[in-house]
């Protein structure tokens, strides 16, 4: 297969393109590696990619990139460029979200239009859900986001939708449940709570800690995206870990492997659903996704290697 991933360089874009090039994909990566939080993080992200030769790179934006000779020749796009975060998409950046998130998704999808794609997998988000009233939450639910961040995932995902139906693209959009694991977003809970652990800034818990999430582990993430690409499904599906956890508890499993977590409590923040839960039926009969990572081992392998630490490169 030949694969095109964008946001290569992100957190799960980079284990994307290295899961694709064990399985023996060749890979093209675009990644703008916006300032949205340190690039050298993203670079040194790419290194394991950059050291196959079947893996190309190319450090484009793609809302003025050329993108056509990327896009020759390739079978599958996996779509994960995006400004991600809830609590900044409030207020005035969320320009970048409208841009990075939206025009970014249709000028893509103009120009894979009418090429034989197999497959165009979008990384979607479980905050289209916002807060859903049934868990665990199956995707007939009403998406109703209560962040901007999660307007923007659903609007994309709506023009992958619209250029599926109108246009053939065969696109599918996977909603992802609260990604974890090494090299996660320096901004990410599992990130602070480890580097909390290791003496660093005070973790700041929002609200009571009861709040649950669905956290799913990285590895899990890129193998269904490969799994969906190679099935015959298009349309809309969660991929979830399968065990919600409340805050709580994952701070208390944050402190099991790696020892005490100072903690900050702060008011919720605005846009943070209460509750998140998958059902993963769709995904399960799809294109066989089962969550293999259990919340303890997962953090363990964070723990034990590849996390953004404080700064450090
Ligand atoms: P990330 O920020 O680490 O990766 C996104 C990458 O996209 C960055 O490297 C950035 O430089 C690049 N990018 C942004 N705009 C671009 C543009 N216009 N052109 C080229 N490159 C651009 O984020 P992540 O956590 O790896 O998330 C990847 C995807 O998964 C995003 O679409 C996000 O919305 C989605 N998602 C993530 C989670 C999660 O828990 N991390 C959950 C649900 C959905």
Not at 265 to 283: E, F, Q
Not at 297 to 309: F, K, L, N, S
Request: aromatic content about 8%; some cysteine.
């Amino acid at each position: 297969m030949r694969a095109v991933v964008t946001g290569a360089a992100g957190f799960i874009g980079s284990h994307l393109c290295a899961h694709l090039l064990a399985a023996g994909d060749s890979v093209a990566g675009i990644d703008a590696l916006t300032d949205s939080y340190d690039p050298a993080l993203k670079e040194r992200n790419l290194r394991g990619p950059m050291s196959c030769p079947a893996f190309t790179f190319h450090r484009a934006d793609l809302l003025d990139a050329a993108l056509d000779p990327v896009l020759d020749g390739a079978d599958v796009v996996y779509h994960l460029a995006a400004q991600p975060g809830i609590r900044p998409s409030w207020g005035r950046e969320f320009a970048l979200y409208a841009d990075r998130n939206v025009l970014a998704t249709q000028v893509l999808l103009e120009a894979v239009r009418g090429r034989p794609l197999a497959k165009f997998v979008y990384a979607s988000s479980s905050s289209v859900y916002g807060d859903a009233r049934a868990f665990p939450t199956a995707e007939t639910a009403c998406p109703r986001p209560v962040s901007p961040y999660g307007v923007t995932k659903l609007a994309a995902e709506h023009l992958c939708e619209l250029y599926r139906t109108a246009h053939g693209v065969p696109a599918v959009a996977l909603r992802l449940f609260t990604v974890y694991g090494p090299r996660q977003r320096p901004d990410m809970a599992f990130a602070r709570l480890l580097a909390a652990a290791r003496g660093g800034a005070p973790f700041p818990l929002y609200g009571d800690g009861e709040q649950t999430r669905d956290f799913t582990y990285v590895q899990d993430v890129v193998t269904g995206m490969r799994d969906a690409a190679l099935s015959g499904f298009t349309g809309v599906a969660n991929i979830g870990g399968g065990s919600p956890v409340s805050m709580k508890q994952a701070i208390a499993a944050v402190e099991s492997v790696a020892g005490p977590v100072a903690v900050v409590p702060r008011p919720p923040g605005p846009g943070d659903a209460r509750h998140t839960g998958a059902d993963i039926t769709v995904a399960a009969r799809a294109f066989g996704f089962r969550p293999r990572t259990a919340l303890h081992d997962g953090i363990a392998a964070m723990a034990g290697g590849g996390e953004h630490r404080d700064g450090a490169q």
